[in-house]
């Protein structure tokens, strides 16, 4: 609970500090030097009116900077948008490219396994071709043995016959005329001939469907280069579009980051705007104090009727009351003719003008406005003036003319804003007036 009282003072503390020393140091009461008065006051609220006006022209300005780089973030997300969709584009590209690649590799690696499988069945047909040669090399040795037992037992005959012969086989085929060799010894001979033969064919059978598995993997492989360098340009392509998107990004996201400092800027701004605005409803506040302590307090209102400040004009453009137009209430009624600038306008009662302003900011408040006191705490007041007429002082007769008609201060077109207030509350002016054409 202490905690939470504490915090709570500190924080009213923060804000009063927020709002403007002058403002609290002002609020001190103390001796009547120490008081600002009515000039001063007033001069206070110009001060900050016009700060405010540079703040708001920036305010303003800084919205054309912000709607432009809106403008420039939206084209740069809408590029991004676009570019992201290449991307997408290239990346499918690329994907359905490596999937063709995986296939054409899936058959390349079948073709190897192919032929690894031809390469087996070669070297088993050389082992084959090598054994039978062997075993060839063997039975011929044996022949020769036994050649040779016929040679030494001293068959001439034989040997006759045997030394026309130019290789093996005939040597063979001779023997068996001479009927040393028997049947099987032949047939067998044969046989392993035969086999030879045979194991040679199927190499060459071998060694030509190995020729063209490699063919067509030589092929393959060429069709897999030409996959390989579409890819290559695809991802070129890719790399590119994504660069142009990083790019892209990278001016959003500077747009985004300008939007973000210019946006703070002008909440900052606004801020600063609406402690102004606070102070100057603070001084007004005083103001109105001061006027209602300077007003005849002691003196009661003058007898007899209002008159209409501004007789031959009639047409109200803006009735005292709630107006849903600017959201705001409208302390008085605004009597906007045509023709109406620069006309007289006289004091609805007699009094003492208390307030006769001059100075003023375009597009800003009053403008150039005069405040009589009536007596009996009633004021009224004139606003938008073109002209001053009289000084703050100056005691006025009912029908006096104050100034002109003008278009001073916060007002779209020349008109006479009229106010009437007792104990400094406005109330509704056609309670008192009526009017005069
Ligand atoms: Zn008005």
């Given at each position: 609970m202490k905690i939470k009282r504490l915090l709570r003072t500190v924080l009213s503390f923060v804000m009063v500090a927020a709002l403007n020393i002058v403002v609290v140091s002002s609020y001190t009461p103390a001796s009547a030097s120490n008081r600002l008065t009515q000039q001063e006051i007033r001069d206070e609220i110009n001060r900050i009116e016009q700060e405010n006006a540079d703040r708001q022209e920036e305010i303003d300005k800084l919205d054309g900077e912000i709607t432009d780089t809106q403008k420039f973030a939206e084209e740069a997300d809408a590029l991004l948008g676009n570019q992201k969709n290449e991307v997408d584009y290239y990346n499918n590209l690329v994907y359905y490219k490596n999937e063709d690649i995986k296939a054409m590799q899936s058959e390349i690696d079948k073709k190897n396994d192919e032929i690894k499988e031809l390469d087996d069945k070669l070297a088993k047909a050389d082992a084959d071709i090598k054994a039978a040669e062997k075993n060839n090399a063997e039975n011929l040795e044996k022949f020769a043995q036994i050649i040779r037992t016929m040679y030494t037992s001293g068959n001439s005959d034989v040997f006759?016959?045997?030394?026309?012969?130019?290789?093996?086989?005939?040597?063979?085929?001779?023997?068996?005329?001479?009927?040393?060799?028997?049947?099987?010894?032949?047939?067998?001979?044969?046989?392993?001939?035969?086999?030879?033969?045979?194991?040679?064919?199927?190499?060459?059978?071998?060694?030509?469907?190995?020729?063209?598995?490699?063919?067509?993997?030589?092929?393959?492989?060429?069709?897999?280069?030409?996959l390989e360098g579409e890819k290559a340009d695809l991802v070129t392509l890719q790399d590119e579009?994504?660069?142009?998107?990083?790019?892209?990004?990278?001016?959003?996201?500077?747009?985004?980051?300008?939007?973000?400092?210019?946006?703070?800027?002008?909440?900052?701004?606004?801020?600063?705007?609406?402690?102004?605005?606070?102070?100057?409803?603070?001084?007004?506040?005083?103001?109105?104090?001061?006027?209602?302590?300077?007003?005849?307090?002691?003196?009661?209102?003058?007898?007899?009727?209002?008159?209409?400040?501004?007789?031959?004009?009639?047409?109200?453009?803006?009735?005292?009351?709630?107006?849903?137009?600017?959201?705001?209430?409208?302390?008085?009624?605004?009597?906007?003719?045509?023709?109406?600038?620069?006309?007289?306008?006289?004091?609805?009662?007699?009094?003492?003008?208390?307030?006769?302003?001059?100075?003023?900011?375009?597009?800003?408040?009053?403008?150039?406005?005069?405040?009589?006191?009536?007596?009996?705490?009633?004021?009224?007041?004139?606003?938008?003036m073109d002209t001053v007429n009289v000084y703050v002082g100056q005691v006025v007769e009912k029908g006096d003319v104050l100034g002109t008609v003008g278009n001073t201060g916060f007002s779209t077109g020349p008109h006479l804003h009229f106010e009437i207030r007792i104990d400094g509350e406005p109330v509704d002016p056609f309670g008192y007036v009526e009017i005069y054409r």
């Open positions: 006759g016959v045997l030394s026309g012969a130019t290789d093996f086989y005939q040597l063979m085929v001779s023997s068996e005329i001479v009927g040393n060799i028997t049947e099987k010894n032949y047939e067998f001979m044969n046989q392993l001939k035969a086999d030879i033969k045979q194991l040679e064919a199927d190499k060459n059978t071998f060694e030509t469907d190995k020729k063209a598995l490699e063919d067509k993997r030589t092929a393959l492989e060429a069709d897999m280069k030409i579009a994504q660069d142009k998107a990083d790019e892209y990004q990278a001016s959003y996201d500077k747009y985004q980051s300008i939007l973000n400092d210019l946006q703070y800027e002008q909440d900052n701004l606004k801020y600063l705007v609406s402690v102004g605005e606070a102070e100057i409803e603070a001084f007004e506040e005083q103001l109105k104090q001061l006027i209602i302590e300077n007003t005849q307090q002691g003196t009661t209102l003058q007898e007899g009727d209002w008159i209409w400040p501004v007789p031959g004009f009639g047409y109200i453009s803006c009735y005292y009351g709630w107006d849903y137009d600017f959201g705001r209430f409208h302390k008085g009624i605004d009597v906007g003719d045509w023709g109406i600038w620069g006309s007289n306008i006289y004091a609805s009662k007699g009094g003492t003008v208390i307030i006769a302003e001059d100075w003023y900011i375009p597009g800003y408040s009053y403008g150039k406005y005069v405040t009589v006191d009536h007596g009996g705490g009633y004021t009224t007041t004139y606003a938008h």
